[in-house]
């Protein structure tokens, strides 16, 4: 038997793949059946499917049950101040789309998928506090306050970014952990449809108003509404602290996003309502306590979500372990450890640097032409020179640590050939750029 701590999207996912190897999974999760309640508003973050999860998705037979339930997004719509909109293309090549999805539409689909499988039982309102004297996972039962020890040859804790298992095993000093806060947090809001259609004119976009320093995003549902974040910083100004005075944050908001806010007709209920969260990276090593107990998604390496990618890197995380330990070589746990931190790090890193190219670098002149050049330079040599956002979010077969170091070599061929704001796609030397790709990056 293997149980899983955590019923959110990664533990409920692994449940699956592993009971259709024939595993006995017990899976505990401290919250209500979330077929039987409703999710708590404003602190969702909407999750931008990739295809690293979707190929895990599709790994468990639960893809297609997910389809009705996500809205494509092709590419941005920005929304730059005092200037009009306009649409930038995520990809190219056909299939280079993310989409959109409710993370508790996820969360209810893989649980009602996990309730029909004979061989996962469900158990719900179990909170794990850390570990009892002897090691062993430390469970209450929300109902009764029983506690009560989990015993299980093989745990798999997928408890989220503030892992009770996590704090536990560095409180003991079997892993070293630590929780990298941003300077920055959010707070959720909503854009509602009118008469039923889209309130914003591009319904299928990852909506963002960049403004260098904060933004506000907005991601579209099912029901046409869409789900709005606004990222700022903690303190200064502007920042959260700032807008605490009453009448301050609609005051943002009309002289930063007033087009955003003409279709929030219950914005200061919300923006009052609706928690504040923080945001962090979560890093620690090793995941594992030999082969009884693994850290995984976001208990082990949570990021910020920048880059579209934490719930996709934790999907892939229950793919990856689950063929490891379905192939028949010791030390699965340890070796999931060894082969999936450097990927971990890796998207961290680059999910930091994509918060400032959202809000900052979108705006500027010369990383408008250097996004041409790599488009154009992909054209020139399809499947040497692949931009690093598409190999992140469309290659799941590209590891993010093999992304990362190339995106680095690539960016250098870049700033050769456009050096400055001066420069233009015409003006580009492509003799130059033939024996730069060439020579630097191997097919």
């Known amino acids: 038997m293997i149980a899983i701590v955590g ?10 793949l592993l009971a259709r190897r024939g ?28 295809a690293r999860g979707k190929r895990a998705l599709a790994a468990a037979g639960v893809l297609d049950a997910l389809v009705p339930h996500m809205v494509p ?6 929304h730059p101040a005092g200037a009009p909109e306009s649409f930038s293309a995520y990809g190219q090549n056909p299939g280079e789309i993310n989409h959109s999805i409710s ?3 996820l969360t209810r689909q893989l649980v009602e998928h996990a309730g029909r499988m004979p061989a996962i039982t469900l158990h719900f309102g179990q909170r794990c506090l850390g570990m009892d004297e002897n090691g062993a996972p430390l469970m209450q039962d929300e109902g009764s306050g029983r506690r009560y020890a989990l015993h299980a040859a093989r745990v798999v804790a997928a408890d989220g970014a503030g892992s009770a298992l996590r704090k536990a095993m560095a409180g003991r000093g079997l892993i070293a952990a630590s929780n990298d806060l941003l300077d920055h947090d959010y707070k959720e809001l909503s854009i509602p449809p009118v008469a039923g259609r889209s309130a914003l004119a591009v319904r299928e976009a990852l909506h963002i108003w960049p403004r ?5 995003i907005a991601l579209p549902n099912t029901d046409f509404s869409f789900t709005a974040t606004l990222f700022l910083p903690r303190k200064g100004t502007p920042g959260f602290e700032s807008l605490a005075a009453p009448g301050a944050a609609r005051e943002f908001f009309e002289r930063e996003f007033p087009d955003a806010l003409a279709l929030m007709p219950d914005f200061d209920r919300e923006f009052a309502a609706h928690r504040q969260g923080i945001l962090g990276t979560v890093r620690a090593a090793p995941w594992n306590r030999g082969e009884n107990l ?13 880059h579209g990618q934490g719930m996709n890197c934790a999907l892939e995380d229950c793919r990856i372990l689950d063929e490891l330990l379905a192939d028949g070589q010791p030390q699965p746990f340890g070796r999931f450890t060894a082969q999936r931190r450097p990927d971990a790090d890796a998207i961290a890193a680059m999910s930091l640097q994509n ?17 041409q050049l790599e488009l154009a330079l992909e054209r020139r040599h399809p499947g040497r020179f692949i931009p690093r956002y598409s190999m992140v979010m469309f290659h799941d077969r590209i590891p993010y640590s093999i992304a990362l170091a190339r995106g680095q070599v690539q960016q250098d061929i870049l700033d050769e050939l456009a050096p400055d704001g001066v420069a233009t796609l015409e003006s580009t030397n492509w003799e130059l ?4 790709v060439e020579a630097r990056l191997q097919p």
Do not use: W
């Not at 019923?7 to 699956?16: F, Q």
């Open 7 to 16: 019923g959110g999207p990664a533990g409920c996912l692994l449940a699956l």
């Open 23 to 50: 595993n006995k999974v017990e899976l505990y999760e401290r919250r209500a059946d979330p077929r039987a309640t409703s999710p708590e508003a404003g602190r969702s973050i909407n999750l931008a499917l990739a």
């Open 73 to 78: 997004m092709p590419g941005r719509q920005l």
């Open 103 to 105: 993370r508790a539409e």
């Open 212 to 216: 260098r320093g904060f933004m506000l």
């Open 294 to 306: 693994l850290l995984i998604g976001d208990a082990a390496h949570a990021i910020v979500p920048f």
């Open 355 to 371: 918060y400032a190219e959202m809000r900052d670098d979108v705006l500027d002149p010369r990383h408008q032409l250097q996004r």
């Open 433 to 436: 750029a033939d024996r730069l």
